[in-house]
């Protein structure tokens, strides 16, 4: 039986205007056997990680995340999480979890097309196209959330695209990833109505208050990926971190993830620790106070630690898709 702290951490969700219901908190796979459609890259790559696991006597991480992927998932699951992020240029990401926490009680599935999907000879050259290979990857019917995954290409064409998906009830809800407030009034001056849910790079160095700003006066949610500015060292040994973990007995990952969840934005985090799982779930014993969230908010630098933008394309030394 779960107990009540599991119930706890599972029974928080945020509810968009159309009625559905988003959990707090979502567990992204990352990308899972990457170069799977290059035989001769995928193998060089992957000795080169089983090299380096043998000299450093630990398994790397990456290569954890591709052999252990199933298990990994299906221990967040039982730990609590469930939102599940991936994408078409996640490699197996999709079709591991349709296989194994996709029709699971309460999952939220949420997944992504890119302009590499809908450019590239091997795969539909449409929204619709890529989003049937999708939901077969994960076997399902319809996905929660669908996003349009960068501000490339004929990017509002595609997300109108993803709009058009949603109507013909193929996903639940949409949006987009790693817009700013420029993109959005792009979309506004389409004519197009806005994300339901918008994912971008979220984290105390970087904590995009104009756009956080744009998106509550209309309504639209936010999630953060890289939302613990990946652990960094350069943001756990500020004297503000460092005060508020040795008051709350916390790490610097959980009073990341509590000013977050305080802010109504969802973290997607990433760990292959069922440790560290149990720890960014366990924010709900504690609460930052209106002045300590500010000081979290004043550590922001504008620094940008994912920027792929322009990077998808169809390199055969750089495909993820299988």
């Keep these: 039986m779960m107990g009540d702290f599991n119930m706890e951490r599972i029974n928080r969700e945020y509810r968009l205007d159309n009625g559905l219901k988003l959990p707090w908190i979502a567990f ?30 630990q398994l790397n991480r990456e290569l954890k995340g591709n052999l252990y992927c199933k298990k990994i998932l299906n221990q967040a699951y039982d730990m609590g999480f469930r939102m599940f992020d991936t994408g078409r240029i996640y490699g197996y990401s999709e079709k591991y979890i349709g296989e194994t926490i996709a029709k699971k009680n309460g999952v939220t599935l949420v ?33 929660d959330l669908y996003l349009w995954h960068w501000p490339e290409g004929d990017w509002i064409n595609y997300y109108s695209q993803i709009i058009e998906q949603y109507k013909a009830g193929k996903c639940r809800a949409y949006g987009a990833c790693n817009l700013h407030v420029s993109h959005l009034k792009e979309i506004e001056n389409a004519g197009l109505d806005l994300p339901m849910v918008i994912q971008t790079e979220l984290h105390p160095l970087n904590s995009k208050p104009d756009l956080r700003a744009y998106c509550k006066s209309r309504g639209i949610l936010l999630e953060a990926h890289t939302p613990t500015a990946r652990g960094s060292k350069e943001l756990a040994n500020t ?37 560290h799982m149990m720890h960014n779930l366990d924010i709900f014993d504690f609460a930052l106070t209106e002045e300590e969230m500010m000081a979290v908010e004043a550590l922001n630098k504008d620094k940008v630690l994912l920027n792929a933008t322009g990077t998808y394309t169809d390199d055969p030394n750089y495909i993820f898709n299988w």
């Design 28 to 57: 992204g796979t990352g990308v899972v056997w990457k170069y799977s459609r290059n035989k001769k890259l995928f193998l060089k790559v992957n000795l080169r990680k089983f090299l380096s696991s043998i000299k450093h006597l």
């Design 111 to 143: 997944t992504k097309c890119s302009a590499m999907d809908v450019t590239r000879d091997c795969t539909p050259h449409t929204v619709a196209g890529n989003l049937e290979i999708s939901l077969k990857n994960l076997g399902v019917d319809c996905v």
């Design 239 to 275: 004297d503000v971190m460092k005060r508020l973990t040795e008051k709350y007995k916390k790490t610097a990952v959980q009073v990341t993830l509590r000013w977050h969840f305080q802010n109504g934005v969802i973290p997607v985090v990433s760990t292959f620790s069922k440790e």
